[in-house]
Each structure stands twice: as structure tokens, then as C-alpha cells.
């Protein structure tokens, strides 16, 4: 049996470096992408293919594709479009280049490299591509504005052409995971440094209160679960005969789908402002 390919993006840490480790001990051949170049020559010390890909840089987009192609004599069983990182603040607060930056990783390079891989999954016949998303991408949450955007915008889009993809070998796939350890809180914090003004905002105090606190000092999140449970539900989208359009992980994803569904908006929006 010819060994099956995955390309992921955002290995670094987190979601997508257990998602290549946990898929190569499977025997997939996985293309571990990383937007540093030291954090790809990690990957290749740890025994996995990896190469430079930023989402923000269609040319890095391009070769990072090709480079994939002329590995595998042009062929590509499956994408996982996992790399994304958070801007918190409130939504007032973040000035337009705060969004055209988040949404440059979080939603256009995936749809690119969404869009150069679809031809050659229609030219070999099969194929499988999923987007991480969240749960806020189900619901919003304060102080997430920029994140829950992405993730709503790539829950559309989703949506959209997986329908568009029905008469086609070709399976869209969405996984929304809640809490989940990784780095992308600690990761936040330069992006919030850069953009948001947060001493000159009428919301100081609290940001002084809440946000900086859980931004700079962390905290526990009883329901937060380690990055394997992600890459569980990632090995059930990818081998099973019949992928299911959405997974979810974690129980405040499952808890926030249920409550969108059956809540109002002024009475979810009641409980949402509690967290």
C-alpha cells in the first residue's frame, strides 16, 4: 500500500507538532511545515520532513507546495491548515492593521494553499482537507474579537466548499477544539503589545483586571486538554471511510454548540459574558 501524505502547517508547537509526530507514527508521511526556519531544522532532528511555509507569504506558500510535490511525484492525500495565533484585546481597541495581520495567517494563507491543493486532489482523485477551527468559531468571547473573527470567517468558508466540493472524491473537514495546552497564549503577547494601546483605551482598568492577568500570569483551565485529543479526532477525519463534516473537542466545545442552538442570543449572550 502506497504510504499516505499529510501536509500540516504551524508544527512548531502544540496542536500541529503532536498532530506530525502522532500521523508519523501512524506511516503517514507527514510534511511538518513551521513558519521559523529553527524550528524546522528541530522537526528534521526529531526525525520529521519539515520546511519553511508562512501563511502570511503566498510566494512562501507556492514553494512550500512545490517543494511537497517534487517529494511525492506530484501527489497529496491530505491537508491539515492548523497554523494560526491570537490578537487579544477588545474589539474597539484594535486598529485595522491588528486584523489585516491576524487575518493573513488565520484565514488567507490556509484558503491559498486551500486553493493550490485542491487541483491535485481532483487530478488524483481523492483526497482530504481540514481546517482547524474552535469553539470560537461557534461563539465569541471577550477579548477574542480578532481570533473569533478568523475562526468565524473560516467556519463559513468552510461550510461553503464543502458543499461546493459534494460532487466531487474530494472531503472538507472541520475540527473545533476548545481549550487545549499550547503555546498560543504565550504566543499572543507580542501581537498584543504591537497593537493594542490597551493604557489609553476606556477600558483600562479592565484590562488591569482581567486580561492582563491571564495574559501575562496564565492560570488553569479545568477543561483544558493536552494537543493528542485534537490529533484523536484528526486521525478519525482522516482514515475513516466516512469523515464526519465537523468534530468537536473538548466539552466546552460540545457545551457552546449546544447552547448556540437552543439559547437566544440575549440569553446566550448572558452566559457568554460570564467567561
Given amino acids: 500500500m502506497t504510504q499516505r501524505s499529510i501536509l500540516i502547517t ?3 508547537s502544540g496542536i500541529g507538532y503532536d498532530a506530525a509526530h502522532g500521523l508519523a507514527a501512524r506511516g503517514w508521511r507527514v510534511f511538518a511545515t513551521c513558519r521559523k526556519n529553527e524550528d524546522c531544522a528541530r522537526l528534521r532532528d526529531e526525525g520529521l520532513e519539515s520546511f519553511p511555509l508562512d501563511q502570511a507569504d503566498d510566494t512562501s506558500i507556492a514553494a512550500a507546495l512545490d517543494e511537497v510535490l517534487g517529494r511525492t511525484g506530484g501527489t497529496l ?3 491539515f491548515n492548523n497554523g494560526a495565533f491570537a490578537c487579544p484585546g477588545a474589539v474597539e481597541d ?3 492593521g491588528a486584523l489585516q495581520e491576524i487575518f493573513e495567517t488565520n484565514l488567507f494563507g490556509p484558503h491559498e494553499l486551500t486553493r493550490r491543493v485542491i487541483p491535485v486532489m481532483r487530478a488524483q482523485g481523492h483526497g482530504r482537507i481540514v481546517n482547524n477551527s474552535s469553539v470560537l468559531g461557534l461563539v465569541g468571547l471577550k477579548w477574542r474579537g480578532a481570533y473569533v473573527a478568523t475562526k468565524f470567517a473560516m467556519e463559513g468558508l468552510t461550510d461553503t466548499l464543502r458543499l461546493e466540493m459534494r460532487d466531487t472524491p474530494l472531503h472538507v473537514i472541520l475540527i473545533e477544539p476548545g481549550p487545549i495546552t499550547s503555546k498560543i497564549r ?3 503577547i507580542p501581537h498584543f503589545e504591537k497593537w493594542v494601546d490597551w493604557r489609553a483605551s476606556a477600558r483600562a482598568d479592565q484590562y488591569r483586571a482581567t486580561l492582563l492577568k491571564r495574559l501575562y500570569e496564565g492560570g488553569e483551565d479545568r477543561f483544558e486538554l493536552p494537543a493528542a485529543a485534537v490529533t484523536k ?7 475513516s471511510p466516512h469523515p464526519r463534516p465537523r468534530y468537536y473537542v473538548t466539552m466546552p466545545t460540545y457545551f457552546s454548540g449546544l447552547l448556540r442552538r437552543l439559547l437566544p442570543s440575549r ?3 448572558r452566559v457568554l459574558s460570564k467567561g
Fill in 186 to 188: 504565550a504566543n499572543s
Fill in 94 to 96: 484594535l486598529p485595522r
Fill in 10 to 12: 504551524g508544527c512548531a
Fill in 233 to 239: 479526532k484528526l486521525v478519525h477525519a482522516l482514515e
Fill in 77 to 79: 492525500d491530505a491537508l
Fill in 267 to 269: 440569553a446566550l449572550d
